[in-house]
């Protein structure tokens, strides 16, 4: 089958879906912005780039310029399914609403699981444009249950789940294998934090806990809206989660107190490290099978609930943590081949 996908940026994390969709149909990705993150490399689909930002380099080859007419133009051709991935940027609108006005065909990717506490982005007009989109599209495709719950919510016509997130893991799960875990309980509990610094990652709820129950926690990540760091919360820079994932040590704790989190990325890449990890309630794209209760905990990040969960933490034995651990990976593992068996194009087709 000939597919265009109009992604609105371009992200690392996107690739791994966009290659499995590759291996099996005839594949275009269009970026419909001069975003991105990392350094992806290219694989065995073409990839054209929409841009208006002649800075904006691919593999050391700059971005054509062009807008959402040019983009649109792929439509017309002999196309039999397209996928509009992500709301970012302002191509993306234009785009859709040419589809609209034409009468073309399309289904939505949206890996969001609601409006949330993202950013303003999510209210007023905007807000409302979204809901007309989803309506209109012949289907959407879901990153999560809560996403499939959302937007059936506001008027999806058909719905698919699609486990690409686990697809990500892919990298990382040869580099885990074979770690063991260091079952030190002399150690004291050793805390951390990692993700962008931004306000909607519940860094204050880090701050409270550092107050309020003497911790120190390293807080690792790239630079965001959140700037309010001390000796207690320590800002210890960007990191690289190939070398967490080779820290073995199980004493290490790390919060992801996030305020709003549709996707999880780093919570997933993190559950193939030995960490014990404590997620927030607002942390909802995580598969059951994963909350272990020995190794992964829920929290609302209250003073109480995290100060009586650290006692049930130091409470474990050797015995139960190595079972969970490897329980753990065991399903992560699991979870991976799931997703690389599935066929979102086949699935489309048959909603």
């Not at 089958?1 to 499995?20: C, G």
């Not at 969001?112 to 209109?136: A, D, E, M, W, Y």
């Not at 780093?266 to 014990?276: D, F, G, P, V």
Request: include cysteine.
């Amino acid at each position: 089958m000939k597919i265009v996908i109009y992604a609105s940026f371009n992200q690392p994390y996107q690739d791994e879906l966009y290659e499995l969709i590759a291996s099996k149909h005839q594949l275009l990705v269009v970026f419909l912005s001069n975003q991105r993150d990392g350094n992806v490399e290219t694989h065995n689909y073409e990839k054209q780039f929409i841009s208006t930002n002649n800075d904006y380099k691919f593999n050391g080859r700059t971005a054509p310029k062009a807008n959402a007419f040019s983009a649109f133009k792929r439509s017309l051709h002999d196309v039999d399914l397209i996928i509009i991935h992500g709301w970012k940027g302002s191509y993306w609108l234009s785009l859709i609403f040419l589809h609209i006005l034409s009468g073309k065909r399309f289904w939505f990717f949206n890996d969001l699981s609601s409006p949330g506490k993202r950013s303003s982005n999510f209210r007023g007009v905007l807000n409302i444009l979204k809901k007309h989109i989803i309506g209109r599209a012949d289907g959407v495709i879901a990153a999560s249950l809560e996403g499939l719950k959302y937007n059936r919510d506001i008027g999806a016509k058909k719905l698919i789940l699609c486990n690409w997130r686990y697809l990500h893991l892919r990298k990382y799960i040869d580099l885990t294998a074979n770690k063991k875990s260091r079952l030190i309980h002399q150690e004291k509990l050793r805390y951390r934090f990692y993700g962008r610094f931004d306000i909607v990652k519940g860094l204050c709820r880090i701050k409270s806990l550092c107050k309020e129950l003497d911790l120190t926690v390293n807080c690792h990540g790239m630079p965001g809206s959140y700037k309010t760091f001390d000796k207690r919360m320590l800002d210890c820079g960007p990191f690289e989660m190939r070398h967490v994932l080779s820290d073995v040590n199980i004493s290490t704790v790390v919060f992801l107190p996030s305020l709003y989190e549709p996707l999880g990325l780093i919570a997933l890449e993190l559950m193939l490290s030995n960490y014990t990890i404590v997620l927030s309630e607002e942390i909802i794209a995580i598969d059951q099978t994963l909350l272990d209760g020995v190794t992964v905990f829920r929290s609302d990040f209250t003073t109480e609930k995290i100060a009586a969960l650290l006692v049930q933490i130091e409470a474990r034995t050797p015995e139960e943590i190595t079972i969970a651990l490897t329980n753990r990976k065991q399903n992560i593992q699991k979870l991976v081949e799931k997703a690389e068996n599935e066929d979102l194009i086949e699935d489309m087709i048959n909603a």
